[in-house]
C-alpha cells in the first residue's frame, strides 16, 4: 500500500505562485507515474499534469501549459502553479499508478490518491 500526501495549497491573489507537494510513503514506491488532478465546486475532476516513472515525459492540460511544471524527486512529486487564475480555484489532488513507465493520463488508471489539497485565487 501507498500513502500520498498532498501539502502546499492555499490562498493566493490572482497572477501569484503557489508550490504543491505530494510525499508518497509505504511500499518500496519504484515505478510508479505520478498525476495531478483537480476538482472544482460543481466540475468534474481533471488531471492538470502528469509525469512518468523517469521524469522523461510529462502531460499538461491546454489551460494551464506554460504556467505549471510538474516535477518530482525520489518520493516526492511537485506541482509549481504560476501566474494562477480563479478559475484554478479547485481541490487538488496526487494519484500514482504502480508499474508503469509512462504517463498515464485516465483517471481511473490510479491506483492511489491523496486526500487532496486546497488552492483558492479570488476573483
Known amino acids: 500500500q501507498v500513502q500520498l500526501v498532498e501539502s502546499g495549497g492555499g490562498l493566493v491573489q490572482a497572477g501569484g505562485s503557489l508550490r504543491l507537494s505530494c510525499a508518497a510513503s509505504?511500499?518500496?514506491?519504484?515505478?510508479?507515474?505520478m498525476g495531478w488532478f483537480r476538482r472544482a465546486p460543481g466540475k468534474e475532476r481533471e488531471l492538470v499534469a502528469a509525469?512518468?516513472?523517469?521524469?522523461?515525459t510529462r502531460y499538461y492540460t491546454d489551460s494551464v501549459k506554460g504556467r505549471f511544471i510538474i516535477s518530482r524527486e525520489d518520493a516526492k512529486t511537485y506541482l509549481q502553479m504560476n501566474n494562477l487564475k480563479s478559475e484554478d480555484t479547485a481541490t487538488y489532488y496526487c494519484?500514482?499508478?504502480?508499474?508503469?513507465?509512462?504517463?498515464?493520463?485516465?483517471?481511473?488508471?490510479?491506483?492511489?490518491w491523496g486526500q487532496g489539497t486546497q488552492v483558492t485565487v479570488p476573483s
Open positions: 509525469i512518468s516513472w523517469t521524469g522523461d
Open positions: 509505504g511500499r518500496t514506491f519504484s515505478r510508479y507515474a
Open positions: 494519484a500514482a499508478r504502480r508499474l508503469s513507465m509512462g504517463i498515464v493520463t485516465n483517471q481511473y488508471d490510479y491506483d492511489y
